[in-house]
Protein backbone atom coordinates (compact mmCIF):
# COMPACT_ATOMS: atom_id res chain seq x y z
CA UNK A 1 0.00 0.00 0.00
CA UNK A 2 2.67 2.37 0.39
CA UNK A 3 3.90 1.91 -2.50
CA UNK A 4 0.68 2.79 -3.85
CA UNK A 5 1.07 6.18 -1.94
CA UNK A 6 4.35 6.89 -3.26
CA UNK A 7 3.61 6.40 -6.81
CA UNK A 8 0.20 7.97 -6.62
CA UNK A 9 1.33 11.36 -4.54
CA UNK A 10 4.50 11.46 -7.26
CA UNK A 11 2.53 11.56 -10.03
CA UNK A 12 0.32 13.75 -8.69
CA UNK A 13 3.10 16.10 -7.66
CA UNK A 14 4.19 15.91 -11.42
CA UNK A 15 0.79 16.71 -12.45
CA UNK A 16 0.80 19.70 -10.22
CA UNK A 17 3.86 20.90 -11.04
CA UNK A 18 3.37 20.54 -14.83
CA UNK A 19 0.14 22.96 -14.53
CA UNK A 20 2.43 25.12 -12.98
CA UNK A 21 4.73 25.17 -15.56
CA UNK A 22 2.04 25.89 -18.28
CA UNK A 23 0.42 28.22 -16.58
CA UNK A 24 3.12 30.46 -16.47
CA UNK A 25 4.15 30.13 -19.78
CA UNK A 26 0.53 30.58 -20.32
CA UNK A 27 0.65 33.70 -18.47
CA UNK A 28 3.69 34.50 -20.51
CA UNK A 29 1.65 34.51 -23.67
CA UNK A 30 -1.83 36.67 -22.26
CA UNK A 31 0.49 39.11 -20.69
CA UNK A 32 3.83 39.75 -23.67
CA UNK A 33 1.66 38.50 -26.95
CA UNK A 34 4.32 38.26 -29.39
CA UNK A 35 2.84 40.03 -32.46
CA UNK A 36 3.05 38.60 -36.06
CA UNK A 37 3.78 35.00 -34.66
CA UNK A 38 1.94 31.67 -33.79
CA UNK A 39 3.62 30.64 -30.75
CA UNK A 40 1.65 27.17 -31.03
CA UNK A 41 3.75 26.20 -33.92
CA UNK A 42 7.62 25.58 -33.64
CA UNK A 43 8.19 26.84 -36.93
CA UNK A 44 6.98 30.31 -35.77
CA UNK A 45 8.41 29.87 -32.37
CA UNK A 46 11.75 29.16 -33.55
CA UNK A 47 11.53 32.46 -36.08
CA UNK A 48 10.65 34.38 -33.40
CA UNK A 49 12.62 33.40 -30.38
CA UNK A 50 15.66 34.62 -32.43
CA UNK A 51 14.26 38.07 -32.32
CA UNK A 52 13.78 37.81 -28.59
CA UNK A 53 15.19 40.27 -26.17
CA UNK A 54 17.01 38.54 -22.89
CA UNK A 55 14.07 39.58 -20.69
CA UNK A 56 11.41 37.26 -22.87
CA UNK A 57 13.65 34.06 -21.31
CA UNK A 58 13.00 34.77 -17.58
CA UNK A 59 9.34 34.02 -17.49
CA UNK A 60 10.30 30.39 -19.68
CA UNK A 61 13.04 30.10 -17.10
CA UNK A 62 10.52 31.20 -14.30
CA UNK A 63 8.38 28.13 -15.44
CA UNK A 64 10.64 25.22 -15.88
CA UNK A 65 11.85 26.50 -12.35
CA UNK A 66 8.84 26.94 -10.43
CA UNK A 67 6.87 24.22 -12.37
CA UNK A 68 9.95 21.52 -10.94
CA UNK A 69 10.16 23.52 -7.28
CA UNK A 70 6.12 23.05 -6.66
CA UNK A 71 6.25 18.91 -7.85
CA UNK A 72 9.22 18.30 -5.40
CA UNK A 73 8.01 20.54 -2.76
CA UNK A 74 4.75 18.59 -2.93
CA UNK A 75 6.45 15.33 -2.66
CA UNK A 76 8.02 16.27 -0.37
CA UNK A 77 5.44 17.87 2.13
CA UNK A 78 3.23 14.71 1.44
CA UNK A 79 5.43 12.08 1.46
CA UNK A 80 7.00 10.49 5.01
CA UNK A 81 9.36 7.76 2.97
CA UNK A 82 11.21 8.04 -0.43
CA UNK A 83 10.16 11.40 -0.64
CA UNK A 84 14.32 12.54 -1.74
CA UNK A 85 13.54 9.59 -4.30
CA UNK A 86 10.27 11.45 -5.44
CA UNK A 87 11.65 14.98 -5.74
CA UNK A 88 14.80 13.12 -7.85
CA UNK A 89 11.98 11.58 -9.64
CA UNK A 90 10.30 14.99 -10.39
CA UNK A 91 13.78 16.46 -11.37
CA UNK A 92 14.79 14.29 -13.75
CA UNK A 93 11.32 14.12 -15.85
CA UNK A 94 11.04 17.94 -15.83
CA UNK A 95 14.88 17.55 -16.90
CA UNK A 96 14.30 15.67 -19.75
CA UNK A 97 10.95 17.69 -20.99
CA UNK A 98 13.48 20.67 -20.91
CA UNK A 99 16.27 18.71 -23.11
CA UNK A 100 13.38 17.61 -25.16
CA UNK A 101 12.53 21.32 -25.56
CA UNK A 102 15.98 22.08 -25.95
CA UNK A 103 16.13 19.89 -28.83
CA UNK A 104 13.19 21.23 -30.65
CA UNK A 105 13.48 25.01 -29.87
CA UNK A 106 16.50 27.02 -31.37
CA UNK A 107 16.79 29.34 -28.05
CA UNK A 108 20.65 30.36 -27.69
CA UNK A 109 23.20 28.24 -26.20
CA UNK A 110 23.28 30.59 -22.88
CA UNK A 111 20.05 30.06 -22.10
CA UNK A 112 19.56 26.17 -23.04
CA UNK A 113 22.53 26.09 -20.41
CA UNK A 114 21.26 28.22 -17.90
CA UNK A 115 17.64 26.62 -17.83
CA UNK A 116 19.02 22.81 -18.01
CA UNK A 117 21.84 23.68 -15.10
CA UNK A 118 19.39 25.64 -12.76
CA UNK A 119 16.10 25.11 -13.32
CA UNK A 120 15.28 20.65 -12.80
CA UNK A 121 17.61 19.56 -10.45
CA UNK A 122 19.01 22.61 -8.08
CA UNK A 123 14.91 23.11 -8.36
CA UNK A 124 14.12 19.68 -7.11
CA UNK A 125 16.17 20.01 -4.36
CA UNK A 126 14.87 22.75 -2.68
CA UNK A 127 11.26 21.82 -3.33
CA UNK A 128 12.94 18.81 -1.57
CA UNK A 129 14.23 20.93 1.54
CA UNK A 130 11.70 23.15 2.06
CA UNK A 131 8.83 20.23 1.43
CA UNK A 132 10.40 18.35 4.36
CA UNK A 133 10.74 21.30 6.90
CA UNK A 134 7.23 21.64 6.06
CA UNK A 135 6.64 17.89 7.11
CA UNK A 136 8.67 17.99 10.10
CA UNK A 137 6.97 21.37 11.33
CA UNK A 138 3.38 19.96 10.72
CA UNK A 139 4.49 16.55 12.60
CA UNK A 140 6.21 18.65 15.18
CA UNK A 141 2.73 21.10 16.27
CA UNK A 142 0.77 19.70 18.86
CA UNK A 143 -3.60 19.17 18.11
CA UNK A 144 -5.39 21.69 19.69
CA UNK A 145 -9.53 22.47 18.89
CA UNK A 146 -8.09 26.28 18.57
CA UNK A 147 -5.84 24.93 15.59
CA UNK A 148 -8.88 24.21 13.32
Known sequence: MERVKITFITILALIIGGAVN??????NNVLFPIK??????????????????????????LAHAAGTFVGA??????????AKL?????GAVFF????????M??????????DLILAYFPMAYLGYVLGRQQ??????TPYTASSN
Do not use: C, H, S
Request: glycine share 8%.
Open 22 to 27: MGIIEL
Open 73 to 82: FLAARFLKRR
Open 135 to 140: LLKAEN
Open 105 to 114: IQAPLWFDLT
Open 96 to 103: YGGYAAVK
Open 36 to 61: GYDMTKMEDINRAIKTFPVWRFIMPF
Open 86 to 90: AAGII
